[in-house]
Antibody
Framework: QVQLVQSGAEVKKPGSSVTVSCRASGGTFGRNAIGWVRQAPGQGLQWMGGITPVFGVPMYAQQFQGRVTITADESSSTAYMELSRLRSEDTAVYFC????????????WGQGTLVTVSS | DIVMTQSPATLSVSPGERATLSCRATQSVGNNLAWYQQKPGQAPRLLIYDASTRATDVPARFSGYGSGTGFTLTISSLQSEDFAVYYCQQYNDWPSTFGQGTRLEIK
């Protein structure tokens, strides 16, 4: 079974950018979609966007449009989420998630990456 | 965006008892509704999808019901490992949206 392995924790300054990676271990993405969900400290889950690597076209939630870029490299079975113009409210755990499609439930999750935005 | 509202925010139940969690959508999502369980420091785990289908290895004490705008998750006899936060998620419309969660705590 494919496991999603994310990059490590990051500390960033306000106004900068962060890139979180998500690698499929033990397999490939296949025709599945990779989504990104974030969770602020003590808060709920928020869907940011997703991509089906085999098609390559990302989709973003309106709230993050213009600040987030989601890409995927099929050759290395790795997806990336870049968030720019960081502010303190972006401090959160960022999860990558595997689903059968962008309109499908999430079958498996990465371990999460804590991004802290602080001056 | 479709807003998902869960109730109650916190539910206190004794082990062995039944727990019923609710989730309502601001517009119909058909049966495109999932439930997740999240424990502290962990990623969520898929319990139920398509409103009523248990995911792989999910115990039979978990059941989901509903369609359209109203859904429930029932845990028939609570075990110690079931005390966690539960989220519903609609994946009928873009973007997918989650409820704010119900914390299930030991009474």
């Amino acid at each position: 079974q494919v496991q999603l392995v994310q990059s490590g924790a990051e500390v960033k300054k306000p106004g900068s950018s962060v890139t979180v990676s998500c690698r499929a271990s033990g397999g490939t993405f296949g025709r599945n979609a990779i989504g990104w969900v974030r969770q602020a400290p003590g808060q709920g889950l928020q869907w940011m966007g997703g991509i089906t690597p085999v098609f390559g076209v990302p989709m973003y939630a309106q709230q993050f449009q213009g600040r987030v870029t989601i890409t995927a490299d099929e050759s290395s079975s790795t997806a990336y989420m870049e968030l720019s113009r960081l502010r303190s409210e972006d401090t959160a755990v960022y999860f990558c998630a595997l689903a059968a499609g962008v309109y499908a439930p999430i079958d498996s999750w990465g371990q999460g990456t804590l991004v802290t935005v602080s001056s | 965006d479709i807003v998902m509202t869960q109730s109650p925010a916190t539910l206190s139940v004794s082990p062995g008892e039944r727990a019923t969690l609710s989730c309502r959508a601001t517009q119909s999502v058909g049966n495109n509704l999932a439930w997740y369980q999240q424990k502290p420091g962990q990623a969520p785990r898929l319990l139920i999808y398509d409103a009523s289908t248990r995911a792989t290895d999910v115990p039979a004490r978990f059941s989901g019901y509903g369609s359209g705008t109203g859904f429930t998750l029932t845990i028939s006899s609570l075990q110690s490992e079931d005390f966690a936060v539960y989220y519903c998620q609609q994946y009928n419309d873009w973007p997918s949206t989650f409820g704010q969660g119900t914390r299930l705590e030991i009474k």
